[in-house]
């Protein structure tokens, strides 16, 4: 029986079914165009309402509905924090589903953990016990597989990388996302732009022509190809923290694979032979050696495959 | 019936017999007086077959034998590797003691993980699911509990946080230890102590008298309680990498304790405030707020503790 996987991000909703080999059968993406509390929770028992009906009209029934969420999703409890979607503080996502679903079974789980299972599932840490999926995108988490189990903590908020520390002394601008987050992600990369900018008044590079508040990671990127002095320094800098942070990984799980992922793998993908050079002077030498360090398989579908992954029967995290 | 717990350290033997409960029945010590190689499994083996015949004059007989030993076990070849012991590459140490042991099981496991066993057994970690204890000692590692199981990773090498990266940029005396523990153990603070006192020319302190070569982290911590400014200089350093270290185990993990051990805690227990301050700037304030950071209940006993645990019948790591 197919499997319905629902991706839920914080500014769109992608939605999949899949067989139970893993054949992507179909796939659709709606923007939630502003959508906030109930309203996305109302989206979601739509999208389950209309993707179970139309099974049905196919003669098929769905075997189970997996659900990822941008944020920690509370296993006891059923709710979600999801820190992009306003009035998401405490969501009863699983109740609200459940009543949709009726005796079809729904789980949830955070978007990290699933981007390491869709990876272990479909992707490039199949046949692993020992990987972490590491996203760098607006935020930074790590969603990590270590002897075979989901690592969830005491409170399911394990992988919250973004808060890695990296640098001393403390400086007050990290209080709000973590150290590594708020340099070396989606939004810490322009942030880390924009002070240099601000502050070398005599730069008359590339960005020089970019409002300092709609600067994107983006645009630093693109600056960086055409060799502006600021990119190289900012992206120099990110490469350095990626690569202690892999380091920091690999001495502490000893993995088989790190995998990154995440939009900003995206364009720093061509960074990877640097950032492997930076852990390597950093890790656990014997653990250094026997870790592998690449990019997605499954890009920005790793959600999606990781929310069917859990909808499989006698699925276990 | 009794379980027999070994503890092999870099410079002695400790052994005990445990009643299955946990009651410490007997114990004893035994220097290793530079043996090396053979001769130091020799000694464990001699202690193992004495301690057997000792309980069946009382007409007892050991249950399991339960060894910690101090550096990393191979489970699946049953060797260890020992840096601290002459020849322990790749020692086999699991055949040695098997042939003496006959029909009696025998358990071998990192000094880290018989740490977080022992106090998760007996200790301040009872009733946890996630907790990590932090031994700061000649060395720094870390014995993980996640879900319930000990982290191994995929070459039974997890933990290994000496080598975490916390100060950008790289510096080569990094490359022997890690960052962390080439700054903030026992051999790491002196370190930091003698590079300042061989810079500052004119320091005329307390730790003048030493000769730079002899300088140990006693010596730092005896100065600090007089207010020597070096010594406060290097201590408050370690502080603040033993807060970001913790914040760091916190934001990955979400543990509900985090317990310090090892000798330099000891003298540094008195600093869990300061590192636990620091610690709260760093880390995810959700897992933060769930987390206690605690010492260890069981002190230089936690390695014998945790090698009996592991010695208990059906306990499975």
């Not at 987050?181 to 880390?192: F, V």
């Amino acid at each position: 029986m197919p499997l319905l996987a629902i991706d839920l991000g914080g500014t769109k909703l992608a939605f999949a079914v899949f067989s139970q080999k893993g054949d992507l059968l179909c796939e659709e993406k709606i923007n939630l165009d502003k959508r906030k509390g109930a309203e996305v929770g109302r989206l979601i028992s739509e999208t389950v309402a209309a993707n179970l009906a139309t099974q049905k009209d196919k003669g098929e029934e769905i075997e189970a509905i997996g659900i990822s969420v941008p944020g920690i999703y509370h296993k006891n409890e059923g709710t979600v924090w999801a820190p992009n979607i306003e009035g998401w503080e405490n969501y009863h996502l699983l109740k609200e589903i459940g009543s949709v679903a009726g005796n079809i079974p729904v789980i949830i789980d955070s978007d990290r953990t699933c981007y390491i299972l869709g990876e272990w599932w479909m992707g490039v840490a199949q046949n692993c016990s020992d990987a972490i999926f590491l996203a760098v995108g607006t935020g930074i988490g790590a969603g990590i597989l270590t002897g075979g189990k989901i690592l969830r903590g005491a409170n399911d908020i394990a992988g919250a990388i973004g808060w890695m520390a990296l640098e001393r002394p403390f400086q007050h601008h990290y209080k709000d996302t973590g150290c590594f987050e708020s340099r070396a992600s989606g939004e810490g990369i322009p942030k880390m732009a924009r002070k240099i900018l601000s502050e070398k008044k005599e730069y008359d590079g590339l960005m020089k022509t970019k409002s300092l508040n709609t600067l994107t990671a983006l645009d630093v990127f693109e600056a960086y190809e055409k060799e502006d002095a600021i990119a190289k320094e900012v992206l120099r800098h990110c490469i350095e923290l990626w690569g202690m942070a892999v380091a920091n990984l690999i001495s502490l799980f000893n993995p088989e694979k790190i995998i990154f992922g995440g939009g900003v793998f995206g364009p720093a993908v061509k960074f990877i032979p640097d950032i492997k050079r930076e852990a390597l002077k950093w890790a656990q030498p014997v653990s250094m050696q026997h870790v592998a360090i690449e990019t997605s398989a499954l890009g920005t579908r790793a959600g999606l495959y990781g929310a069917a992954c859990m909808a499989r029967k006698n699925f276990k995290t």
